[in-house]
């Protein structure tokens, strides 16, 4: 009976419920040894503290990652924004156009405890129904870090010689720009789940796509909703 290692049972209804074995207060339970397997000699919170600083780490660099992403896309949209509003004519249009220069497409928020770049859905509306610049696209790949001549056509399905012949001002059709904000807003949610690694997983060929890239399955909105889908699985411990 005094034995750390005998086992009480009950008998309810003809089953046998075991009781847990009494695990002395200065040893880690068998559950601790299996789930954190703790070099010999170093403690079990020595190992978890480990890990809360290095998964710290890991999240300023992520932070910082999606903060000088946002803060360089939102200079290209600020610019398509102010070049509309010197087209435009009429106070009342210009009044309109400078409210939408002044707003911005990513809006730092928190969700449940995390850090989030929320997507401004009614800006992001606005902006594409209006046709982009030559200089604009330039401007924005710089932005991303994605090579031009590579992923140009994947995209925002724009040729690359097309894009060479364009003059700055030349304006490309809207639906360049809807494809440059729903792009955006994937490697900004990339940033958040890889850092600075976000635009290689959206740049790589997916078994789950088909063979394609992320980028380019999220053509249209269906197939970024699904690379939405994917990021939110992996960011929360999913096999994707």
Not at 75 to 97: E, N, P, W, Y
Not at 134 to 139: G, K, N, P, S
Not at 147 to 174: C, I, N, W, Y
Request: positive net charge; hydrophobic residues 45%.
């Amino acid at each position: 009976m005094q034995s750390q290692r005998f086992h009480i049972a009950f008998a309810i209804h003809g089953s046998v419920l075991p009781m847990p074995r009494h695990t002395p207060p200065h040893q880690p339970s068998p559950a601790a040894k299996r789930l954190i397997p703790a070099p010999q000699g170093v403690p079990v919170d020595g190992v978890i503290a480990g890990f809360i600083e290095e998964a710290a780490q890991d999240a300023a660099e992520q932070s910082r990652a999606v903060h000088e992403l946002t803060a360089r896309l939102e200079g290209v949209f600020i610019s398509l924004s102010d070049m509309r509003a010197v087209k435009r004519k009429g106070s009342a249009k210009r009044k309109g156009t400078a409210a939408i220069a002044q707003a911005k497409v990513f809006v730092a928020t928190h969700e449940l405890g995390h850090h989030r770049m929320s997507f401004n859905v009614d800006l992001a509306a606005t902006l594409a129904a209006r046709p982009v610049s030559a200089a604009a696209v330039r401007e924005w790949f710089d932005a991303t870090g994605i090579e031009l001549r590579k992923d140009l056509f994947q995209a925002l399905h724009v040729h690359p010689s097309k894009l060479s012949r364009a003059g700055p001002e030349t304006e490309m059709d809207a639906s360049v720009t809807e494809r440059m904000l729903r792009h955006s807003d994937l490697l900004v949610r990339a940033a958040e789940v890889f850092g600075e690694d976000g635009k290689t997983w959206l740049t790589k060929p997916h078994d789950l796509l088909g063979g394609k890239t992320p980028m380019e399955f999220a053509g249209n909105e269906f197939g970024g909703a699904k690379v939405r889908a994917m990021l939110n699985a992996i960011e929360y411990g999913g096999v994707v």
